[in-house]
Structures are given as structure tokens and as C-alpha cells.
């Protein structure tokens, strides 16, 4: 007696059947024995017409000529299955288009061949002739599936032929003809026809469907799992994917380089890398490859996600190593991306199927993991380090390194789907920063530079970051840090001088003075590297061993000076070469090969002379500084490390950039006659100044909470127009830089607001006035 609910939700697909593993076309004069899935009820015949749906493994009978007992029916026809809908043309089996073509013909020694085509309403078939009953020698059955490549200039260059390429399910056509016009116009006839396909449904995507119709109804879904084998755990390989794709799609090739096939085939590829995981030794790599492969190729999530839900269903023993091998990779699947709606909900069901089947367990543990993380799961940047997918295997957190200012650092616990803003508040909460009307940051630090973290960035893939620089660069793995920074001051006065806050300001503050990024006299430069001095080593002491310079001093300040003093016109190895000394020989007439060889050795030597002597002038230079510096460490004797401090802030906030972000711009004004110039860009609460580096005075104030035109250009740079009369100021800035400014000034904008800080109207004299709207500033620009 069939199930109540279950024939009415399956008597609609009765007689369906799937006699192909694969859903294609074959050509008549190519046929090949290949094992298929077959769609039949249990006996062969339907249940009162409602017998259930079942997918089962055979291998199709085929008679001595390699032909099906179905022959009359092409197999690609029967290999698929059609939604009810529009089928394109009319009833009448008419001809869409016919005329002669030329065909690619691999194998033979003439590279092409010219045949008679005809486009009907469901394939594409070519025959010796145009006369009636002449041999058809092909057919290329077009369903939704099939692809077109239209014609091209490259092929037309190469060849003096324009090519339309049609891909079927295992073999393509490549036609030619000489005149572009009917080129087009094949391409467009076979397209529309393809277009007015159905769209094509497998097996498993027809009883995906079902389990969600019945997931009420334990008793038919349970019906549906012991009668169709395709939706089970097996040991066999897989000649097909699970779900549809196109054939010849070309998705892949913007990663051809990895050496990615056709989806088709690499949805086949990636469940024989899943059954290796039972036997790996070391699963890590192989979870890796797959995960990066899903993350180039998107449209292989779902596949991968429904062969996992497959091979983690009906396992004989699902708490075993190798099946725990799927749930493993099941985890760090759901931790990095998430499938299309059908196949969650699908997912989503089989892991409450899972819990109540296998509670406490291992594998009800797994599934309860997965339900949590894929409620939290965004899709990443970055697959999963090695560490990451250690600890999801272990269902663990996982520990990063956060480095304070200065030497100070903290292990956090967090997971893949932790975010820059959810740490900065965890760490504010554990240092009592919580209520700071300062603002804080995460800050990514490699060798040479160092930029803030955006609040939704993934902390994971910052580490999965790391961990491939590291990979190509052993040296970096030391310079790479994630630092836990000021980023906002709005207000300095509230410090306390025993807080954290205030250490984090004074070693931020020295940070940016040895970088040369904090505009000051060279005496008061001196008196904040004694000061640092005595807060480090304490009261003088011949004994105490003193710090490189460069930790004290900004250095390209020291070469700055060296190399003004150094104005030799010998210097420019570009200049013109000298005659060689009279004594010394002429061994060779003079000429072009006697100028270049005594050209080259000259000019190496001239410039192993003067590099020579720009390191001894920049070492006794250093020194000089040195000696001036330690010259003020002598006088402080006394002062405690909390005096030291003071001094040293109270110093730093005299200069005009205390608290801005400085950045290194391209400063132009065209109408000026294209006058450019370095300067510094120095971004504040209430103001963006302008620099000379070096120098200590403002060249320009720009008011940030006035109104003013901010034109933001994405190619680069950056205008700032504050009225008609004044000429437009243009900075050049790289890609990071203008994200960053803005992710800066966006940050002043919402905490000022937040807290509420008074700003100051007035138009500084001479200056421009810059006021970004909330529009403006609501995220960073992609560039």
C-alpha cells in the first residue's frame, strides 16, 4: 500500500527515467559505453501511476552496435530532466536554419571539413548534403545546459575564418565560415534555441526538492533516503556531478593558471579528493585544496556542500576516523562560505537529522558545531590557515597575538567568524578602555608598513594572510604583527596619567617622532629622544648601554642633512663621463668601445667612492646627534618614569601635527603653472593640515566640520575645491591611502557625533574648508 502524502508529492515526476550518468548529447558516429544513474520505481512499474521516486546505480543494455533498445530516442534527451514550461518554437518540427559550414576535424590531416548543417528546434545536426536522404553524420542534442561562443577577431587574424563554437555535454562544434554577418547569425539562432530550453533538473536536485516538500513527514523522508542510493554515503567513485552545469563553462579561466578544468570535471575531481580523506595521513592539505578550489571556482560550493551532505549520510559507521573526515571538512566548509538557499535549507535539515539520530556522539557533535557556524558565516577572503582548520577539526577556538604600543602584547581566543570591531571591543573590555572618548583600532603590520584594520575584516583571514607571507618569505614571519592602537584622539586633556591609555599615547607618540612623522624643531627633537632615554635607562650612566640612534631619533632627518651638506655635482652618476687620466695607456683607439668600457669602470668606481663617503659622513653625523642627545640625558637626573612621560607629551603637543595622521602625498596646483611638491597630509578631529616635511609651519588648515566641496576621485586622487576663486588643490594618493583617509575621517565623524565633541566653525585665515557629508563618509571606496 503506498505511503500517505508521499504518492501525491512524487506522481507528478512518475516515468522519468535518467539512462545516462552524465545529462549530454552524443553524437551518432561517437558512441561510448559509460555507466549511468537510472531514475525507476522499485518493480518497474508505477504504484496505482504513484510509485516512489528512486535513483539507483546500472549499466545500460546496449545491442551489438553500441545503439540503446531506445535508439529511436536520442539518449542525451533521455539522460535529462525537463521542468514543465515554454519549449521555444512551435510544434511544427520546421527548420530553424541550414547551410553549409566548415567543421574542425581533429585527428586528420586536413584540419577542416565542409558539411551541410541544420539547426532544429532541439539540435544541431550536420549532414554529407543538402540532398533528401542524404546520411546525417552527427547530431548535437541542445538543452539549457549547452553554451555558444560567439565569433572573434583572434580566430579571424590566425585562421581568415570566423568561428562559432557550440559546447555539448562530452564533445563541442567548432564551425567556420568565411563572412562574419552569417557567423552572427548562426550564433544567434543556436543561442535562442538554447535559451528556449527549460531549465535542466538532476536527480539529486528533484529529490532535494522532495525532502523539502516532506520534512514534516519523517516517515516519507525515510522512505526517500532507503530507496535512492544516490543521496547515501558510497565508496564509488562519481562519473557526474550532483548538480547541473554548463558544459564548456568558461567560469575557470581567470584561474587557468592553477590549472583548474571545466567545472564539470572538476565537481568530479574534488569528490575523488573527498573519498582520499579517508585514508590521508594528513588531512590539512587536502581540506585546503578543496576549500581553495570552492573559493576560486563559486559555483562548485553547492556541489561540494551536497557531496558532503551524500557521503555523511547512511555511513555504516559514522563515528569511524575516515567518516569523522567528512564532518571535518563538513566544519571548515561552513566556516568559510555558505551554498545557495536550496541546498542550506537541504544542509540545515540533515544536520537536525543528524543530532537526533546520532545524539551525543561525535557526529551529533559535529552537526551541532556546523548549525552555530553557519548562522555567524560570511564568505571569507582567505581559506583557512593550517591552524585554523586545526582547531575547527578539534571544534576549538583558536588564539591570536594582539602587540599593544610598545612591548606589551595579549593572546585572545576567537574564532573564524570573529571581526576587527568584535575584537577591538573584547580587548577595550579586558584593559578598561571601554569608555575611552578616545577610539581604538586594529593596525596590520608587515616589514615595511602598517595600516588600520577595517571593522568588518575577519580576523582569520588576516592570519591566514601572515601564514602565506611567512610561507614565501621566512624572514617576514617576525615583522608581521596585529596591533591594538589609538586611533581616534578627541580628547587628549582626559588622560589620566596612570591609565594604559596614556602609556598606549606615549609610545604612539614617540613611534610617529622616530618615523619623522611628528613636525618639530631638531631641539626639541634632541629633548624628546633624552627624555626617552631617561624613561628607559633611568638616570645617566657611563655604564648603561645606550639604544641605536634610530630608536631615538628620526633618521631621515640625519640623512636629510648629510645630503644637503653633500652637494657635489660628481655625485649624479647620470653625469658626463671624465676623460681617463693621462698616464694611463690607450689600449684601444678611441671609439665608441674604448668610451663605453672606460665609461662603465669609471662610473662604478666613482660611485663606490662616494657611497663610501656618504656612510662616513652619515656615521659621523649620527653621532654628533648622539652626543648632543646623551649632553640632555645628563640634565635630567631625577626625573621618574612618570615625569619622563609628562615632559615628554608636554613637548610633543607643541607641535602643530600632535595628534594627526600624517600621510606622504603629491601635492599639485596646475593653474600655478603644475607646481608639485611632497608634503605631509595630516588628518586630525577638527582639521586636515598640510606639511613641507621637516618643517614646522602649516601651509594650509582645512577645516573638516565646515561646509566645503570634497571631490573624491577614484583614479587616484584626491581635489579639494573650497570656492571658485581659489584654484583647485590636488593631492595624488595610492589606493590604500585614500581608504584609508576616508575610513579615518569616517571614524572622527561617527565618534565626534557619539560623544559629542564641540567643534570649532571658524574658517582658518587663508585656508580651505573641508565638511565630508554622512553620504560621503558612510564606508571606504573600492578602488
Known amino acids: 500500500m503506498p505511503l500517505p502524502g508521499f504518492c501525491g508529492a512524487l506522481c507528478c515526476r512518475q516515468g522519468f527515467r535518467l539512462l545516462a550518468r552524465d545529462y549530454g548529447d552524443k553524437d551518432e558516429e561517437e558512441g561510448e559505453e559509460e555507466e549511468s544513474l537510472e531514475l525507476r520505481s522499485a518493480d518497474e512499474r508505477a504504484c496505482n501511476g504513484r510509485g516512489p521516486l528512486e535513483v539507483t546505480v546500472c549499466q545500460p543494455t546496449r545491442t551489438a552496435s ?50 551541410w548543417f541544420v539547426l532544429t528546434q532541439d539540435s544541431l545536426d550536420y549532414y554529407s548534403s543538402p540532398e533528401r536522404g542524404a546520411r546525417r553524420l552527427g547530431t548535437l542534442v541542445l538543452t539549457s545546459l549547452c553554451s555558444v561562443i560567439w565569433p572573434d577577431k583572434q580566430t579571424y587574424k590566425e585562421t581568415g575564418y570566423w568561428s562559432v563554437t557550440v559546447y555539448g555535454r562530452k564533445h563541442c562544434y567548432r564551425l567556420y565560415t568565411k563572412h562574419f554577418n552569417e557567423a552572427v547569425h548562426w550564433a544567434c539562432a543556436v543561442q535562442k534555441v538554447i535559451d528556449s530550453k527549460a531549465p535542466v533538473e538532476t536527480p539529486t536536485q528533484i529529490l532535494i526538492r522532495d525532502i523539502e516538500e516532506n520534512k514534516l513527514n519523517q516517515e516519507v523522508v525515510e522512505h526517500i533516503y532507503s530507496h535512492n542510493p544516490i543521496l547515501k554515503y558510497t565508496q564509488s567513485p562519481l562519473y557526474a556531478p550532483l548538480l547541473p552545469f554548463p558544459y564548456g563553462s568558461l567560469d575557470h579561466v581567470q584561474h587557468s593558471g592553477k590549472g583548474y578544468m571545466a567545472l564539470r570535471d572538476e565537481a568530479v575531481r574534488l569528490f575523488n579528493s573527498l573519498q582520499q580523506l579517508e585514508a590521508a595521513h594528513d588531512p590539512v592539505p587536502l581540506i585546503q585544496g578543496v576549500l581553495q578550489t570552492c573559493l576560486d571556482l563559486w559555483p562548485l560550493r553547492d556541489e561540494v556542500y551536497c557531496q558532503l551532505v551524500k557521503q555523511t549520510s547512511g555511513a555504516p559507521q559514522p563515528d569511524t576516523q575516515a567518516q569523522l573526515r567528512y564532518w571535518q571538512l563538513l566544519t571548515c566548509m561552513s566556516c568559510t562560505f555558505l551554498p545557495g538557499t536550496p541546498v542550506l535549507k537541504y544542509l540545515r535539515f540533515h544536520l537536525d537529522r543528524t543530532q537526533s539520530e546520532h545524539p551525543k556522539t561525535e557526529v551529533g557533535s559535529y552537526a551541532s558545531f556546523i548549525s552555530a557556524a553557519l548562522k555567524k558565516t560570511r564568505c571569507r577572503e582567505c581559506v583557512p590557515s593550517w591552524e585554523e582548520i586545526q582547531v575547527l577539526m578539534g571544534r576549538r577556538e583558536m588564539l591570536c597575538v594582539v602587540h599593544f604600543p610598545g612591548q606589551g602584547s595579549c593572546r585572545v581566543p576567537i574564532t573564524s567568524h570573529t571581526t576587527a570591531d568584535e575584537l577591538v571591543r573584547t580587548i577595550s573590555e579586558r584593559l578598561g578602555l571601554q569608555h575611552s572618548r578616545n577610539t581604538f583600532a586594529l593596525f596590520e603590520r608587515s616589514a615595511q608598513h602598517e595600516w588600520p584594520v577595517g571593522g568588518s575584516t575577519i580576523i582569520a583571514d588576516i592570519l591566514t594572510r601572515f601564514e602565506n607571507r611567512s610561507a614565501k618569505d621566512p ?40 618615523r619623522g612623522q611628528l613636525p618639530a624643531s631638531e631641539e626639541d627633537l634632541q629633548a624628546l629622544a633624552a627624555l626617552r632615554l631617561q624613561w628607559m635607562m633611568g638616570d645617566f650612566s657611563i655604564h648603561a648601554p645606550c639604544p641605536p640612534l634610530d630608536e631615538l631619533f628620526p633618521g631621515n632627518m640625519v640623512e636629510a642633512r648629510v645630503l644637503l651638506a653633500f652637494k657635489n655635482p660628481s655625485i649624479n652618476t647620470t653625469a658626463s663621463t671624465p676623460a681617463p687620466p693621462p698616464s694611463c695607456p690607450q689600449r684601444f683607439p678611441g671609439g665608441l668601445l674604448a668610451g663605453a668600457l672606460w665609461s662603465h669602470a669609471a662610473a662604478h668606481k666613482q660611485r663606490a667612492a662616494q657611497d663610501l663617503l656618504l ?137 565626534t557625533h557619539q560623544h559629542r565633541v564641540p567643534t570649532d566653525r571658524t574658517y582658518p585665515e587663508g585656508g580651505f574648508c573641508l565638511a565630508p557629508s554622512i553620504q560621503e563618509l558612510s564606508s571606504p571606496p573600492t578602488v
Open 66 to 115: 553500441m545503439k540503446n533498445g531506445l535508439s529511436d530516442v536520442p539518449e542525451e534527451m533521455r539522460s535529462l530532466i525537463f521542468e514543465k514550461g515554454k519549449m521555444g518554437f512551435e510544434e511544427d518540427p520546421e527548420l530553424v536554419v541550414k547551410g553549409w559550414l566548415y567543421r574542425e576535424v581533429p585527428g586528420t590531416w586536413i584540419w577542416q571539413r565542409r558539411f
Open 615 to 751: 656612510r662616513s659622513r652619515l656615521k659621523e653625523e649620527g653621532a654628533a646627534v648622539m652626543s648632543a642627545i646623551v649632553e640632555r640625558w645628563k640634565g635630567l637626573a631625577g626625573y621618574s618614569q612618570k615625569d619622563s612621560m609628562a615632559a615628554y607629551l608636554a613637548i610633543a603637543r607643541r607641535s602643530p601635527g600632535f595628534g594627526c595622521t600624517l600621510y606622504e602625498v603629491d601635492f599639485y596646483i596646475s593653474s600655478t603653472g603644475n607646481f608639485s611638491q611632497k608634503l605631509w597630509l595630516g588628518v586630525a578631529a577638527k582639521c586636515v593640515s598640510l606639511y613641507r616635511q621637516g618643517e614646522l609651519r602649516v601651509i594650509m588648515c582645512l577645516s573638516v566640520w565646515t561646509p566645503a566641496d570634497l571631490l573624491l576621485q577614484l583614479s587616484r586622487t584626491a581635489a579639494v575645491r573650497s570656492s571658485p576663486a581659489i584654484p583647485p588643490v590636488t593631492f595624488d594618493l595610492s589606493c590604500r591611502q585614500l581608504t584609508e583617509i576616508m575610513q579615518l575621517m569616517n571614524a572622527y565623524f561617527s565618534a
Open 475 to 514: 624572514e617576514s614571519d617576525g615583522q608581521q604583527r596585529l596591533s591594538f592602537k589609538l586611533y581616534c584622539l578627541l580628547d587628549v586633556d582626559s588622560i589620566s596619567a596612570d591609565s594604559i591609555e596614556y602609556t598606549f599615547l606615549f609610545e604612539q607618540c614617540h613611534e610617529m617622532m622616530v
